[in-house]
Structure formats: C-alpha cells, structure tokens
T-cell receptor, first 114, second 114 residues
Framework: NAGVTQTPKFRILKIGQSMTLQCAQD?????MYWYRQDPGMGLKLIYY???????DKGEVPNGYNVSRSTTEDFPLRLELAAPSQTSVYFC?????????????FGPGTRLTVL | AQSVTQLGSHVSVSEGALVLLRCNYS??????LFWYVQYPNQGLQLLLK??????LVKGINGFEAEFKKSETSFHLTKPSAHMSDAAEYFC????????????FGAGTRLFVKA
C-alpha cells in the first residue's frame, strides 16, 4: 500500500493564482482531512470529509475549497492565492470508527505564495 | 471547548538520558489523547493513543505516556533517548462521543545530543 500520497511536494505561487493540491489514499478509509501547519502553531483543520460526496468546514476554511467524488481522492483547491496561505499542507485519512481513529498522514506539500 | 498545551517548544537531552515531553489538555468530556511524531520532511505518524482503557499507554520505539485525569495531563516519556528520536512531537485530543475532529498542540521539537 502506498498509504496517503500528496502532489506536488513543493510549489511557488504568485498572489492571485489558483492551484489544486492533490491527495489520494489506498486504504479504503472513509474519513479524509486537510490540515495546514504553520511554525509554532501545530496543525489546523481546513476541511474534512466523512465519505464520498460529503465535506464540511474545519477551523480555517476561508480561501479553500474541497470536493470528494471518490473514496480515494480529496483534492484541495486554493482560489486567489494570498501570502497568508504560505504553509505546509497535510492530507490525512482515517478509517472512521469514531473519535479514537488513528489518522494517517501524507508527506505534505510546501506552498509559498509570493 | 477542547484544547491542548504542550509545555516547551524545544527540549534538548543527551543520548541515553530520560525524555519527558509535557502535554496538558482541556476537555469538557472524557477525552481520547494521542501523541504523534513528525520526522524531518515527513508527515505525522502515531506514537500512541489513550482510549480510556489502561491509563499507562505504551507506544512504538520505547515511548509511553500516562493519562492523569486529576492533573489533566498526558506526558510522553522514554527512559533512554536515542539519536533517532530527534523529531517534532505533537500531542492531540479528541472528545469521546463528540465527533472525530482532533485538536493538535503546537508541537515540541526534541533535540538529542551525542
């Protein structure tokens, strides 16, 4: 199993550009998550999904959009990139048994907006 | 509301010394508690988790943590540090029965000196 994969690994965007961060998992997990990690701030939840076709906002959703058309894929869309979106983005997934789920993380995408 | 506080953004120990990483949580209902480790340029991976069974939880790589309800703490320990333990460690909490959203602490970076 590849686990959780993310592409690209690195990206530099200009202010106002758009991009999609890709995330895929091959563990047949129901739940998927997008986090951003800023230095000294831990991880903040952007969006999450409990299954195909079902998504909801996390703590910091502004400036982002998601979709979940299949169990495997959970892309994150940035519209009109801003310097405040410079961060490391992690996708994660979990089986969905409940609150004690172990989350499995991808290797991250480092995004810089200039 | 849930919250997690990790005391000390950086901890430095000598190889062979005791590792102690501190975590205090706040939760209005019984919590599930996690420790994740992040090695450089990688995603997070689970070290151990508390799910209301035994209060002393053993994890991978010789780490363990003890849930102390009276102190609202879940400190991570390892008797003897190894160079390979150098990484960033995150404490996290989610509510039992309150959904699957997990709140992460800001992280503690562990340095191991030869």
């Amino acid at each position: 199993n590849a686990g959780v994969t993310q592409t690209p690994k690195f990206r530099i965007l200009k202010i106002g550009q758009s991009m999609t961060l890709q995330c895929a998992q091959d563990m047949n997990h129901n739940y998927m998550y997008w986090y951003r990690q800023d230095p000294g701030m831990g991880l903040k939840l952007i969006y999450y999904s409990v299954g195909a076709g079902i998504t909801d906002k996390g703590e910091v959703p502004n400036g982002y959009n998601v979709s979940r058309s299949t169990t495997e894929d959970f892309p994150l869309r940035l519209e009109l990139a801003a310097p405040s979106q410079t961060s490391v983005y992690f996708c994660a997934s979990s089986y969905g048994t409940g609150d004690a789920d172990t989350q499995y993380f991808g290797p991250g995408t480092r995004l810089t907006v200039l | 509301a849930q919250s997690v506080t990790q005391l000390g953004s950086h901890v430095s120990v000598s190889e062979g010394a005791l590792v102690l990483l501190r975590c205090n949580y706040s939760s209005s209902v019984p919590p599930y508690l996690f420790w994740y480790v992040q090695y450089p340029n990688q995603g997070l991976q689970l070290l151990l988790k508390y799910t209301s069974a035994a209060t002393l939880v053993k994890g991978i790589n010789g780490f363990e943590a003890e849930f102390k309800k009276s102190e609202t703490s879940f400190h991570l320990t390892k008797p003897s540090a190894h160079m390979s333990d150098a990484a960033e460690y995150f404490c996290a909490v989610s509510d039992q029965g309150g959904g699957f959203k997990t709140i992460f602490g800001a992280g503690t970076r562990l340095f191991v000196k030869a």
